[in-house]
Each structure stands twice: as C-alpha cells, then as structure tokens.
T-cell receptor
Framework: DTGVSQDPRHKITKRGQNVTFRCDPISEHNRLYWYRQTLGQGPEFLTYFQNEAQLEKSRLLSDRFSAERPKGSFSTLEIQRTEQGDSAMYLC?????????????FGDGTRLSIL | GQQLNQSPQSMFIQEGEDVSMNCTSSSIFNTWLWYKQDPGEGPVLLIALYKAGELTSNGRLTAQFGITRKDSFLNISASIPSDVGIYFCAVEGAQKLVFGQGTRLTINP
C-alpha cells in the first residue's frame, strides 16, 4: 500500500490526557498537511510542512497542539491536556511540489474521542 | 470560516438516476477539487481542475471549472449503490485546501 498511512485509527482517552498521532505520507511527497474534521463538516486546515519545515499554522491550532516532521518523512501531531472539543477526526494529507501543483491525497484519519 | 457554498446538502435518488451538485465561492481560485468520503475513511480525490472552463471526466463522473473561477459542478451519470457517500468540493489557496460543507448522496435501489 503506497497511500497515506495514519496511526492509530481510533483513540479514546480521558479529558486532560495527552495524545499523539502519526502520519506516514506517500513516499515521494515532500508536503504533508494536517486537517481536522468534525461531524457533518468538511475538513479544516491545521498546519502543513514542506520537507521538515512547518510553513503555516492555522489559528485553530492552539498552543496545546504541536506538530513535527523531524526528518521530512513521517509527522506526528500531539495534543496536550485534551478537552472535549478536541473530539474529531484528524486527517493527514500529502502532495508533491513540481512544475505543476499536485493534488493532496488523504489518509483514513485518526478518530479521537474524549471521555 | 469556510468560503465555499456547496449545494445541495443532501440528495435522495433512485439507482440509475443522474446527479448534479455544485459549489460556489465569493473569491477566485485557480484549483478546484472534488473528493468523496465514505464513513470512517478519508476523502478520496475524484477529479482535479486547474484551468478555468476545463471540463474533465473520470468514468461516470464529470466536473467543470467555471469560467469565472468562482464555481464548479460535479455530475454523476447512471448512479449505482457504491456512489453513496459524502461529496466535497475544495479549493486550493496558499497551499491549503478549503472544503465545502459536503453533499450527502443516498441511493434507493
């Protein structure tokens, strides 16, 4: 399987706990994106990386959220001191840069449920 | 907030019928995309549009990028049960995607 891979697929945790999600992009893709999707809505942009550099962060990304892509390959998204409102599907996408824009391809997401 | 207006929000059709949905924006965008999302899965890219006026097909799916660069439509011909799902339009601006609210398609056999 050469698509975007996300782990875990589901995470249930108590309010106040920290959680970390992992995303492995399509291997030749240098851009990696994180989105959040709540029930009944389209995905909303959180942040993106080009190689290891984090180039943009949405105002949705509070200081409890941190994302890394240390070697320009896989990425992690950590949420500290989780709150009820953090319950959502967290989606990762990747794309490549080149002469023409390439579309973003998504993984199947990590569904986070906060008890 | 989201800048795209996608309609209709939901559709209930009979198998074999054709489907049409559209998306409009108050701003100009140079890339329009259509994704389909099944329950518990991520969005899957259906069609990407990069040129105003472009009409692109992918099997039974046809999408057009409006000449004003402020709208796009997606048509599905001869719907089948596996077409059930949520369809999202999206535009790309400054390296990130902005999505519409989605169109939920339900098909009666």
């Amino acid at each position: 399987d050469t698509g975007v891979s996300q782990d875990p697929r589901h995470k249930i945790t108590k309010r106040g706990q920290n959680v970390t999600f992992r995303c492995d992009p399509i291997s030749e893709h240098n851009r990696l994106y994180w989105y959040r999707q709540t029930l009944g809505q389209g995905p909303e942009f959180l942040t993106y990386f080009q190689n290891e550099a984090q180039l943009e962060k949405s105002r949705l990304l509070s200081d409890r959220f941190s994302a890394e892509r240390p070697k320009g390959s896989f990425s992690t998204l950590e949420i500290q001191r989780t709150e009820q409102g953090d319950s959502a599907m967290y989606l990762c996408a990747s794309s490549s840069t080149g002469a023409y824009n390439q579309p973003q391809h998504f993984g199947d997401g990590t569904r986070l449920s906060i008890l | 907030g989201q800048q795209l207006n996608q309609s209709p929000q939901s559709m209930f059709i009979q198998e074999g019928e054709d489907v049409s949905m559209n998306c409009t924006s108050s701003s100009i965008f140079n890339t329009w995309l259509w994704y389909k999302q099944d329950p518990g899965e991520g969005p899957v890219l259906l069609i990407a549009l990069y040129k105003a006026g472009e009409l692109t097909s992918n099997g039974r799916l046809t999408a057009q990028f409006g000449i004003t660069r402020k709208d796009s439509f997606l048509n599905i011909s001869a719907s089948i049960p596996s077409d059930v799902g949520i369809y999202f339009c999206a535009v790309e601006g400054a390296q990130k995607l902005v999505f519409g609210q989605g169109t939920r398609l339900t098909i009666n056999p």
